[in-house]
């Protein structure tokens, strides 16, 4: 699961696998989709399917890894889902300060028990940490992380499902927005994503676009790779500088 598709980072790793629905955002899980597909696969990672799973023997992974990349840590699931212990947590980040050749990248939709978590924690310098806020109600979560002490505190507005108004960005210093795939995807306006760069810009905070999803800008449904990621003719996907 090294390798992705995800075009704001380089590689994943998962030494947690497995949710559960917490928000509107997760109603259409990505994850659940392919895990499932993987455990019909017989792969023995999800021979448990999509229940909170974890991976001692994947906590190595990013010591083979060389080269310097940017990490996505557990693209299949939440590292601070409540079934994971805080003890298993603590082996993460210890491989995580052990690898600074690496950025890692932290995205948590259970912002509460991650702020729990850093208050008797140093982040690491290569630990980046995230929220979604896919809609207005989960707005909330941005003010868990915008005094964290970590190099780089980022928002993954995906899949937006709702105008975000006005935003407090203090603290914030990456926004990701894209829309929803599948089948069952809900679609994203164009305004709702053009509000949310607006502050950014205005912040100067760098932007990322990721996609429109199977909704085009027009609100017609489609293809998600013929939809594409123009962003009023351009594709914008700005990342923080690395250091």
């Known amino acids: 699961?090294?390798?992705?598709?995800?075009?704001?980072?380089?590689?994943?790793?998962?030494?947690?696998?497995?949710?559960?629905?917490?928000?509107?955002?997760?109603?259409?899980?990505?994850?659940?989709?392919?895990?499932?597909?993987?455990?019909?696969?017989?792969?023995?990672?999800?021979?448990?399917?999509?229940?909170?799973?974890?991976?001692?023997?994947?906590?190595?992974?990013?010591?083979?890894?060389?080269?310097?990349?940017?990490?996505?840590?557990?693209?299949?699931?939440?590292?601070?889902?409540?079934?994971?212990?805080?003890?298993?947590?603590?082996?993460?980040?210890?491989?995580?300060?052990?690898?600074?050749?690496?950025?890692?990248?932290?995205?948590?939709?259970?912002?509460?028990?991650?702020?729990?978590?850093?208050?008797?924690?140093?982040?690491?310098?290569?630990?980046?940490?995230?929220?979604?806020?896919?809609?207005e109600e989960t707005k909330s979560r941005i003010d868990y992380i915008r005094h964290l002490d970590a190099t780089v505190k980022f928002l993954s507005c995906e899949p937006l499902l709702g105008d975000l108004e006005e935003l407090n960005l203090d603290g914030i210093n990456w926004i990701i927005v894209g829309g929803e795939s599948g089948t069952q995807a809900r679609p994203m306006k164009e305004e709702w994503v053009l509000n949310i760069k607006r502050q950014a810009d205005a912040n100067s905070i760098p932007f990322f676009f990721k996609q429109w999803g199977t909704w085009s800008k027009d609100g017609i449904k489609g293809n998600k790779k013929i939809n594409g990621k123009l962003l009023q003719g351009e594709i914008v996907q700005n990342i923080p500088r690395i250091k």
């Open 1 to 135: 699961m090294a390798t992705t598709s995800i075009e704001w980072t380089d590689k994943t790793w998962n030494p947690v696998t497995g949710c559960t629905k917490l928000s509107k955002g997760c109603e259409h899980c990505y994850a659940a989709v392919m895990a499932r597909r993987l455990k019909g696969m017989k792969k023995s990672k999800y021979a448990n399917g999509f229940k909170v799973t974890l991976h001692n023997n994947a906590l190595i992974e990013p010591t083979q890894w060389k080269n310097p990349c940017i990490i996505f840590v557990c693209s299949m699931s939440d590292l601070f889902h409540k079934d994971v212990p805080f003890e298993f947590i603590d082996k993460v980040f210890s491989v995580i300060k052990d690898t600074p050749q690496h950025n890692y990248q932290i995205l948590t939709k259970r912002a509460e028990r991650m702020a729990e978590y850093f208050k008797t924690r140093k982040i690491p310098h290569n630990a980046w940490v995230g929220v979604t806020v896919e809609n």
